[in-house]
C-alpha cells in the first residue's frame, strides 16, 4: 500500500487536451474493464466539467461534474453533479482520490455552486468530504397478482423521446413538489431519453398529468423496470398506474422508483410487494451563506435565528450567520452573536433540503440548539421535504 502523498505534491486542475491519454486510462481502469475508451466516448460534453490530479506529471485521477441543478420550495440552485470519480489502481489510498475530492469542495464554491450531489461506491468516503446521504429513494416490485385495481378517465398517449417537451411542465410541477431535483434543460432531457435502447413514454392527462418512461421488453414473465415515472395530481399518478396494470399483464411484475412519500407505499402495500431503499443520492453545501439566500420562502413566513456550521474543509462556512427571513427574501449575514443552532456541515445538506428535516436531526442529537424560538424560526424557513433526483450520473 502507498504511504499517502503531501497534498502540496498533488495538483488538480482543469483538463486540458494533452491530458487526454492519461484521463482516458484512468476511466479505463476503473469503468470500462481496462479495455481502450472508444473514439466516440472521448468527447468533453457541452454542460459539464472535467478535472484531473497530476502526481508527478502523470495524471493519477479525474472526476467529472455535470452542471444540474437542485430544487428547495419554489427555489432552484445550481449544483454540481460529480461522477466518473476515478483513482488509477496501483495509486488507491495514497490521498490522491482526497486532495481531488477535497480540491473540487473549494472549487465549487468559489465557481458559484453552492450545492453538489453524487452517488458514491462507499458512502463513507464521502463523508470525509462534507457529503450525507439525503431522502429515501425507495424502489417498488409489484408482482402482476398484486397490482392495485384502478380505473381512470384521463386519457393516455404514446409518445417518443421527441416529444420531450410535453413533460415538461409536469415534470416541473413534480421537482418543485421535492428537494433536489435537477430541472433540466433540452440537452439534458436529451440525454435522460437518448439512451442506447429504444424508449416509450407513456403519458396521461391533456396537459400531461403523469408519464412513465418504459424500456419495452418483449419476453413474457419478466419483471421489466420503469426507467422513470413522475406526476403532478393525484389523478395523474393513479392514472398512471392504471395504464401500467395493463403494460403488466403479461410480465410478473414491473419495478420503479419513487420518493419516501411517494402513494404507492401508503395506500397500495400488498403482501408479495418489495419496497426497498435503493442508489441513495449524497449532497454536500460547499457555500451555506449563498445556498440559504438562495431560498425562496413563502411570503407569509418570517422569523431570524444564529446558525453555526463545522466544515473542517471549507471554514468560510462556518459563521456564525444570522439568518433573517421575510417577504419572501432572506439575507445572511456574518454575526457574532452566540448560536441558535449548530451542526456539521454534513447534516446541515440534510436540513437544508428537508429529509431528514431539522427536528428529526435534532431528535438524533445532530443539532445543538440553545433556543427554541430559533428553532421554530428555523424549520419555518427548511421545512421537512421529501428529497429525491431522478437524474442518475
Known amino acids: 500500500m502507498y504511504a499517502p502523498f503531501p497534498m502540496s505534491d498533488i495538483l488538480v486542475r482543469p483538463v486540458e487536451e494533452k491530458d487526454d491519454e492519461g484521463l482516458y486510462a484512468v476511466w479505463s481502469l476503473t469503468y470500462n474493464n481496462g479495455d481502450p475508451i472508444p473514439d466516440e466516448r472521448r468527447v468533453h460534453k457541452p454542460g459539464s466539467r472535467t ?76 463523508r470525509k468530504f462534507g457529503y450525507e446521504v439525503a431522502g429515501r429513494r425507495q424502489k417498488v416490485v409489484c408482482p402482476t397478482n398484486r397490482w392495485p385495481k384502478l380505473e381512470s378517465t384521463l386519457p393516455v398517449r404514446r409518445l ?7 413533460l415538461v411542465d409536469c415534470y416541473k410541477a413534480f421537482a418543485h413538489s421535492k428537494s433536489g431535483m435537477n430541472i433540466r434543460t433540452e440537452q439534458q432531457w436529451q440525454r435522460v431519453l437518448g439512451e442506447n435502447r429504444q424508449l416509450t413514454i407513456y403519458a396521461v392527462g391533456e396537459p400531461v398529468e403523469a408519464y412513465a418512461v418504459v424500456s419495452h421488453v418483449t419476453n413474457f414473465w419478466t419483471t421489466d423496470h420503469i426507467s422513470e415515472v413522475a406526476w403532478s395530481t393525484r389523478r395523474g399518478y393513479e392514472g398512471i398506474l392504471a395504464m401500467l396494470g395493463g403494460l403488466a399483464i403479461n410480465k410478473t411484475g414491473l419495478d420503479w ?63 456564525p450567520w444570522h439568518v433573517r427571513f421575510a417577504d419572501g427574501k432572506v439575507e445572511v449575514t456574518p454575526s457574532s452573536a452566540t448560536p441558535d443552532l449548530e451542526l456539521d456541515v454534513r447534516h446541515f445538506a440534510q436540513a437544508f433540503l428537508g429529509e431528514p428535516c431539522l427536528s428529526q ?27 429525491y433526483c431522478m437524474d442518475f450520473f
Open 257 to 319: 422508483f419513487e420518493p419516501s412519500d411517494g402513494p404507492f407505499y401508503t395506500d397500495y402495500l400488498d403482501q408479495g410487494v418489495e419496497v426497498t431503499l435503493d442508489r441513495p443520492i449524497m449532497f454536500r453545501t460547499t457555500d451555506v451563506p449563498a445556498a440559504i439566500r438562495g431560498l425562496k420562502p413563502e411570503e407569509s413566513r418570517s422569523g431570524e435565528f444564529v446558525l453555526k456550521i463545522r466544515d473542517r474543509i471549507v471554514h468560510a462556512n462556518d459563521g
Open 51 to 126: 478535472f484531473v490530479a497530476e502526481l508527478n506529471g502523470k495524471i493519477a485521477a479525474a472526476c467529472n461534474v455535470l452542471d444540474l441543478t437542485a430544487t428547495r420550495g419554489n427555489a432552484v440552485l445550481a449544483c454540481g453533479g460529480v461522477a466518473g470519480v476515478a483513482v488509477l489502481p496501483e495509486l488507491r489510498r495514497s490521498g490522491v482520490g482526497s486532495a481531488m475530492m477535497t480540491w473540487l469542495v473549494s472549487h465549487l464554491r468559489d465557481t458559484n455552486t453552492p450545492l453538489a450531489s453524487l452517488y458514491a461506491f462507499r458512502e463513507p468516503f464521502y
Open 361 to 387: 436531526l435534532v431528535a438524533l442529537d445532530r443539532v445543538q440548539v440553545s433556543s427554541a424560538a430559533a428553532l421554530s424560526a428555523a424549520q419555518q424557513l427548511l421545512p421537512a421535504q421529501s428529497v
Open 160 to 166: 417518443t423521446p421527441k416529444d420531450w417537451e410535453l
